[in-house]
């Protein structure tokens, strides 16, 4: 089945804001459309850094801006969409088989990334080519 960058979508959570500051939670499955096995987060980026730059073939992800800001573009092989990340309480969800580059990290910022599995490196497709192949034969 074709992926299509129609799928990622921005999804807000909750928020509690009171006079001492706010919460955000994301609870698993309620919040984000999958199960949550592993969560990492990028930090101490340089400036002008691109983090990213590959696909993977079967994993979910939700990415939230911890802190700071920075754009995530998306390429499904057919269409491109393009998203500014600046505040915790909403993050992008990512299906399976999207290339993402992220750029234009604020000074500090802070990406964590909830997703559906545990590391695995055979399951990232780090070639654009060989990206594009299997999008479009998929
Ligand atoms: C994405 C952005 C936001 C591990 O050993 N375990 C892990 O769980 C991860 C995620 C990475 N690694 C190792 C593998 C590489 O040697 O850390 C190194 C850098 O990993 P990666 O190329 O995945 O890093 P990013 O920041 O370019 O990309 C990651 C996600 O993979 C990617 O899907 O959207 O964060």
């Excluded at 079967?58 to 269409?79: T, Y």
């Excluded at 910022?109 to 998929?138: G, K, P």
Aim: with cysteine.
């Amino acid at each position: 089945m074709k992926r299509s960058v129609d799928e990622c979508k921005i999804i807000d959570l909750p928020r509690i804001t009171d006079p001492y500051g706010s919460l955000t939670f994301i609870e698993n499955s309620r919040h984000i459309p999958f199960d949550v096995k592993r969560i990492y987060y990028l930090y101490d980026i340089p400036g002008g850094s691109m983090r990213g730059s590959h696909a993977h073939r079967h994993l979910h992800q939700f990415l939230v801006a911890m802190s700071g800001s920075f754009d995530i573009e998306l390429d499904d092989g057919s269409s491109k969409k393009s998203f500014r990340m600046n505040r915790s309480y909403y993050g992008l969800y990512i299906c399976p088989m999207m290339w993402r580059n992220l750029t234009d990290f604020s000074s500090g910022a802070v990406c964590m990334v909830l997703a559906s599995d545990y590391y695995d490196e055979s399951e990232y497709i780090r070639d654009y080519d060989t990206f594009m192949e299997t999008a479009q034969n998929s």
